[in-house]
């Protein structure tokens, strides 16, 4: 009887075609294709677009962005052992072979990225098909929008020339393309903020730590920046400054989130959320930042905690003299942005070292913090619309704006005058107003001075060690390929050419 049953079976699906009995998606299987039925389904989609920048920013954005500069360097222990693919960022010394590299961080950095674009495509590719909230849908493709935009734009920036994926890969073979010229992935990013602007809400309407209407205008300025569009660039932050949703905080310090408090405030454009706790929302930046060996007793007065424990290792992201000669006289920043610590452990004897100040907030539990960062504050707004306006000769209204930003620092206006003299000062103000905020190596490398800038830091670190925190033991020295790679772009992950034929 069974082989009967069996046998109708059979010819039931040959009379009426096995394709479409082989392409049903199963009901009882999430996918793609089961998962985005209503509104619930894709805030939780776009939710977890938002995911990848805390490990972005919590692990590989200062690396990459900060350390990969003269603003931070790392304070060496020989004890440690090997921290290659760290010190290599830090040291321009990162190896290369064929055009690509096997930093970890590089690596980690890329896929993070596309990750990103991979949950932003899924979400971009059906939204439009599925009847819900009209408003509510605007909103969650404007994210969509905006976190595929930020993601190009850290690749752009990073690598140059990038595949660019704009639809979900559904087979291995779709997910190797051919390298996109960098004028092409600016082009889409711009495509995409533009498309993202009308459909964000205002902050002020807007759900804390989500894309808003300004940060996309913020963005799509950097963008243009970037690309030395300066009438593009004006128009479209201009909104941004007379909108009256963000003013500058009254204390250059109260600018920077708490661990619970004064997140997403009234400076605050675009932050990435962390939350304190065992949820894994938490994040840990401000200890990777610590110089070390430190021992619990000196850690304790910084954080805060009631179970402050001793760290060992090397430390990173430390202040170098070159950020701290860097503050005027008098300006109110250096002492919000830079602290000091004495480590007895130290095998220097000067045992007292800088760390980064302004991200460092009270909180509870050793090595779990709830601060949030940062990505862009109204105070680039202001600096942004200075460089703007000087570049297309405006540069009496560019001063006004720089002016903003100093009289907060407690200085006093610029004296700068002419085009080339109020570049320089607001080249000089954003360094020290975004210290420590993975901004430094976009602007040397965005206003091609990285020779001019970069290798005369590096010369300074081998002939003086002592002066960037190597402990006076022989052999502690920088290493011989120390600021030999001074490359406009990272090279490209060696794992993910293993996968791809383009490169």
Known sequence: MKKHILGFAVACILLTGCEDFLTVVPETQLSSATFFKNQNDFEQAVNAAYVPLRTIINDRAWLLGEMHSD????????????????????????????????????????????????????????????????????????????LRAYAYFELARYFG????????????????????????????????????????PKKSAQEPGRATEGAARTLLANVFINQKKWSDAEQVLTPVVTGGEYMLMADYAMAFPG????????????????????????????????????????????????NPQNIDGEGNNIPTPDIIAAYEEGDLREEAS?????????????????????????????????????????????????????????????????????????????T???????????????????????????????TDRIEEIIRPYGQRIIANPLDYYYPPIEGAVPRSNAFTNLSKFYAYPAAESDLSPYF
């Open 259 to 306: 661990n619970t408090s004064n997140k997403n405030n009234s400076e605050s454009v675009f932050e990435v959320q962390f939350i304190e706790g065992a949820a894994g929302l938490n994040g840990n930046f401000i200890y990777q930042f610590m110089p070390r060996p430190i021992s619990a007793d000196e850690l304790q007065p910084i954080m805060g905690t009631s």
């Open 416 to 446: 700068a005058s002419g085009q080339a003299e109020l570049r320089e000062a607001i080249f000089k103000e954003r360094r020290v107003e975004l210290a420590f905020e993975n901004k430094r190596w976009f602007d040397i490398q965005r």
């Open 71 to 146: 603003n931070t360097y790392y304070a060496r222990n020989v004890l440690f052992g090997a921290t290659d693919n760290q010190e290599d960022i830090a040291d321009f010394s990162i190896p290369e072979s064929n055009g690509t590299s096997a930093n970890t961080h590089v690596l980690n950095q890329w896929r993070q990225d596309y990750l990103i674009i991979s949950r932003t495509n899924q979400i971009l590719a059906v939204i439009d098909d599925v009847e819900f909230d009209q408003s509510a849908k605007d909103n969650v493709k404007g994210q969509a929008l905006f």
């Open 161 to 200: 020339s990038v595949p660019l994926h704009l639809t979900p890969v559904a087979t291995r073979e779709e997910a190797a393309l051919d390298l996109s010229p960098e004028s092409e992935i600016y082009a889409q990013i711009e495509q995409d903020l533009q498309a993202a602007i009308p459909l964000l």
């Open 338 to 414: 830079i602290g000091y610590v004495f480590l007895s452990g130290s095998f220097r004897d000067d045992k007292t070292y800088p760390y980064i100040k302004k991200h460092a907030k009270q909180h509870s539990q050793h090595n779990n913090t709830g601060t949030n960062w940062v990505v862009y504050r109204y105070a680039e707004v202001l600096l942004f619309m200075a460089e703007i306006l000087n570049e297309q000769g405006k540069s009496g209204e560019a001063a006004a704006y720089l002016n903003q930003v100093r009289e907060r620092a407690g200085l006093d206006a610029t």
